[in-house]
């Protein structure tokens, strides 16, 4: 019930009960405005009375901060000690914080609060999707309910994706891969073009395979078949290097390129009177050049560690690929390959080397492979098992695409192994 001051007039103490309707939301917020502004403390007039004139019983006390009643006594009075109590039929009305008091407040909490980025923190704004399984009984669940049920890629998938990620990193430079052995006929090539293939597959940037074997290496057969390559025309490292000063763009490279989908091949010289010509210096050359162009880079050596180019090859690696058999000879070769290593100033490279067993023949159940395996890994960074695949056993065209899903997923690894070792 409102309070009715006995000296208003009736129309007065109806305006005060009743208060304006408001027509607009313009005029009902510049009148919360104005109450606020006469409820703020800061802003509220200090009115000093007369002690000699007494305020009328019956009147109500006015809003005031402070009351002097004695101009000889110091010090501010309580509202409660100075002023008559309200009437008990007056609601009490808290006092409530002024305007800029509020707009303070509300700017020193924005001010201590941390402020979301979209760029750090991009999970306050965007809700995480749940990555969508493919294949295998959570695939087949996925694709009947229409992407409505979705249990989340299993634990292999997982693995792949893991794989797929470490592959394909952003690398800040140009890398090389030595692929060598000391006894052919045991894999090498086939990984060469079988890793290669694989970058291609998950990397932004097409990788370059380069043929240096001095005992014509067939690098670029492997990954072209035969007949394609002889269709094509032959060019090979040797025309590369006679001509290597007018090559100034990757559009002039490319006259000297072989290209299997996106993996990028130099071949080797054929000619068996010049294939063993290449030395340390020309091949040096060779890589600078690609370095301007690829990231990764994968050297096919041929066997021995010995010829006139290797020196220039292992002083350029970045780290090695080991090619090895299951068989005692080829086993007892790749340890020798690292022993040599080791002793011949690439300590480094044969420590971080990894290991490829290719079971390229199959091998009867006689061979112990547990025992090779054992006899390798202990003296390299990794050692990776490629298992028989007859798209890799008959020496000719190396394609994924009719390869055995495990062989595929060994080269995977490999290709990761090598991106582990750049970065």
């Known amino acids: 019930m409102p309070v009715i001051n006995p000296h208003t007039t009736p129309a007065e103490a109806t305006d005060r009960a009743e208060p304006k309707r ?47 009643p004695d101009p000889g006594t110091s010090g501010p009075v309580s509202r409660r000690s100075a002023m008559p109590a309200a009437p008990e039929t007056a609601p009490a009305v808290p006092a409530q914080p002024g305007r800029s008091t509020r707009t ?25 999707q749940k ?38 990193r952003q690398l800040q430079g140009s890398y090389n891969t030595a692929v060598l052995s000391l006894k052919g006929g045991i894999g090498k090539t086939s990984t060469t073009v079988g890793v290669g293939l694989t970058l291609a597959e998950f990397r932004g940037d097409p990788p370059c395979a380069i043929d240096a074997n001095p005992d014509s290496g067939d690098l670029v057969e492997r990954a072209l078949g035969e007949g394609i390559y002889q269709q094509q025309s032959p060019r090979t490292i040797t025309d590369l290097l006679q001509n290597i000063e007018s090559v100034e763009s990757l559009t002039a490279l490319a006259r000297y390129m072989h290209h299997a989908g996106r993996l990028h091949l130099i071949a080797g010289e054929q000619d068996p009177e010049v294939s063993d010509s290449l030395t340390a210096g020309e091949y040096l050359r060779i890589r600078k050049l690609i370095s301007g162009y690829y990231s990764v880079a994968l050297t096919d050596c041929g066997t021995g560690v010995t010829h006139n180019a290797m020196s220039g090859i292992l002083q350029s690696a970045d780290n090695l690929i080991i090619a090895a058999g299951y068989a005692v000879s080829g086993a007892k070769r790749a340890r020798s390959t ?14 971080n080397a990894v290991v490829v067993i290719t079971d390229k023949d199959e091998v009867s159940s006689r061979v112990d492979k547990d025992a090779i395996e054992d006899h390798l890994s202990g003296i390299c960074r990794q050692l990776i098992a490629v298992p028989h695949d007859r798209g890799v056993a008959d020496g000719d065209l190396v394609t994924l695409d009719v390869l055995r899903p495990e062989t595929r997923r060994a080269y995977r690894e490999i290709a990761a192994a090598i991106v582990d070792g750049y970065v």
């Open 338 to 351: 690292l022993h040599w290593l080791a002793g011949h100033g690439y300590e480094e490279l044969a420590r």
């Open 22 to 68: 408001l027509s607009s939301w313009a005029e009902a917020a510049e009148a919360a405005d104005e109450r606020n502004a006469s409820t703020d403390p800061g802003s509220a007039a200090v009115i000093h009375q007369d002690p000699a004139a007494p305020l009328p019983p019956a009147e109500p006390p006015t809003s005031v901060a402070a009351v002097d």
């Open 104 to 128: 303070a407040g509300r700017a020193a909490a924005l001010a201590t609060a941390p402020v979301p980025d979209f760029i750090s923190s991009p999970g306050l704004f965007v809700r995480e």
């Open 131 to 168: 990555p969508k399984p493919v294949g295998g009984f959570r695939g087949a669940l996925y694709k009947m309910s229409g992407g409505g049920l979705n249990l989340g890629p299993s634990a292999r998938q997982r693995e792949e994706d893991e794989l797929a990620r470490r592959i394909s």
